[in-house]
T-cell receptor, first 115, second 113 residues
Framework: NAGVTQTPKFQVLKTGQSMTLQCAQD?????MSWYRQDPGMGLRLIHY???????DQGEVPNGYNVSRSTTEDFPLRLLSAAPSQTSVYFC??????????????FGAGSRLTVL | GNSVTQMEGPVTLSEEAFLTINCTYT??????LFWYVQYPGEGLQLLLK?????DKGSNKGFEATYRKETTSFHLEKGSVQVSDSAVYFC????????????FGDGTTLTVKP
């Protein structure tokens, strides 16, 4: 019963480097999303997807790319890391009930530091 | 756009004290409302939810009532324990936005023995 699995848990990058944060869920959830958590700013939505092949931007998409080739996986790519991207990143998924009560299941988080 | 405002923290209480964390929201339509809890070093997990006006969500001794007239969803617990120390997030899910959720800034609760 894995739920939402994120890797890596910790990562240190240098400015300008690229990397991919992995997210996988085994609950057959249609909806997947990426949030970043910064002190005093709650969770801010980066990108989301309502199904394989469909992605859209959230509140803070600049500097990040996503793709959704399968229902299970939703990787987040940083093409050229900047210190402003130092944060804790959470992947979350949910069933789309159509009634709005879309309870999110979160991964354990990935702490990224950009030097 | 949608927004959620939580009372500013942090909040420090003694064990067995009464807890209230205020939450108000702005949204179009009729959103669903949630409280999530984040324990140290972990991801968020659902604490309770309410999907329509006057619904009361409850779990682990925590309660919150969906008040449409005051656009509020305040979290309460009658007697907190040290194990309740965590960060609490109020959130809404807009029925028109395919499940996108908007979160408050979070309130850190510390309960001292």
């Amino acid at each position: 019963n894995a739920g939402v699995t994120q890797t890596p848990k910790f990562q240190v990058l240098k400015t300008g480097q690229s990397m991919t944060l992995q997210c996988a869920q085994d609950m057959n959830h249609e909806y997947m999303s990426w949030y970043r958590q910064d002190p005093g700013m709650g969770l801010r939505l980066i990108h989301y997807s309502v199904g394989a092949g469909i992605t859209d931007q959230g509140e803070v998409p600049n500097g990040y790319n996503v793709s959704r080739s399968t229902t299970e996986d939703f990787p987040l790519r940083l093409l050229s890391a900047a210190p402003s991207q130092t944060s804790v990143y959470f992947c979350a998924s949910s069933k789309m009930t159509g009634a709005g009560a879309n309870v999110l299941t979160f991964g354990a988080g990935s702490r990224l530091t950009v030097l | 756009g949608n927004s959620v405002t939580q009372m500013e923290g942090p909040v420090t209480l003694s064990e067995e004290a009464f807890l209230t964390i205020n939450c108000t929201y702005t949204a179009t339509g009729y959103p669903s409302l949630f409280w999530y809890v984040q324990y140290p070093g972990e991801g968020l997990q659902l604490l309770l939810k309410a999907t329509k006006a006057d619904d009361k969500g409850s779990n682990k001794g925590f309660e919150a009532t969906y008040r449409k007239e005051t656009t509020s969803f305040h979290l309460e617990k009658g007697s907190v324990q040290v194990s309740d120390s965590a960060v609490y997030f109020c959130a809404l899910s807009d029925n028109t936005n395919a499940g996108k959720s908007t979160f408050g800034d979070g309130t850190t609760l510390t309960v001292k023995p």
